[in-house]
C-alpha cells in the first residue's frame, strides 16, 4: 500500500468517537496517562466545534490520525500550525498511512494559509522521525544551525 491508495479525509463531530478511542490507544501503546476514550470523544467534539483544531483520518477503521492545531502567527501576517499528534494503529505501519496523514496535514496547513508548521518528537522515535525527515522536516535551526528543542511544564 502506498501513500496514494489511502484514503484520507477530515474528520467531523461524528468521528469523535473513532479519534477518541485512536488517541486513548495511542496513549495506552506508550504508556501515558489517557483519561479513556469517552472522555477524550467529549473533548474532541469540543475541539473540532472550536474551529482551531483539524483532525484528519485514513482508512476505514479509522486507521491513524492527525491532529493539527492552528493559531495565529506573530512573525508573519498567517497563520501557524502545530501537529499536535500522528498515529497509526500499529499492525498498519508502514503502508503508507503515515505519509498519507502528513501529506493531508501539510495540505490542511496551507489551506488554512499556514506560513508553516511544527512539531514535537522524542529522540527515540526513530520511525517518526524519519517520516518526519522523508517530509522535509528537520529538527536544525537553519541548514547548519544547532539542534532545536520543545520544552513543556505543566501548569
Known amino acids: 500500500m502506498s501513500a496514494r491508495n489511502v484514503t484520507v479525509r477530515e474528520a467531523t463531530p461524528a468521528d469523535a468517537p473513532a479519534i477518541g478511542r485512536l488517541l486513548h490507544d495511542f496513549n495506552t501503546e506508550y504508556d501515558d496517562v489517557t483519561p479513556g476514550p469517552e472522555a477524550l470523544a467529549r473533548r474532541v467534539t469540543q475541539l473540532l466545534e472550536g474551529g482551531d483544531t483539524v483532525i484528519l ?89 544547532p539542534v532545536m528543542y520543545v520544552y513543556e511544564r505543566d501548569l
Not at 82 to 108: D, K, N
Request: hydrophobic share 45%.
Open 57 to 145: 483520518v485514513a482508512g476505514d477503521g479509522p486507521d491513524g490520525l492527525v491532529v493539527l492545531r492552528f493559531r495565529e502567527a506573530i512573525w508573519a501576517l498567517a497563520q501557524e500550525c502545530y501537529l499536535a499528534e500522528l498515529y497509526v494503529v500499529p499492525p498498519l505501519r508502514g503502508r503508507g498511512i503515515g505519509r498519507a496523514l502528513m501529506e493531508g496535514a501539510l495540505a490542511a496547513a496551507r489551506a488554512r494559509g499556514a506560513a508553516w508548521i511544527d512539531l514535537g518528537t522524542s529522540d527515540d522515535d526513530v520511525a517518526a522521525r524519519a517520516l518526519y525527515e522523508r517530509m522535509g522536516f528537520t529538527n536544525r535551526e537553519g541548514p547548519d544551525g
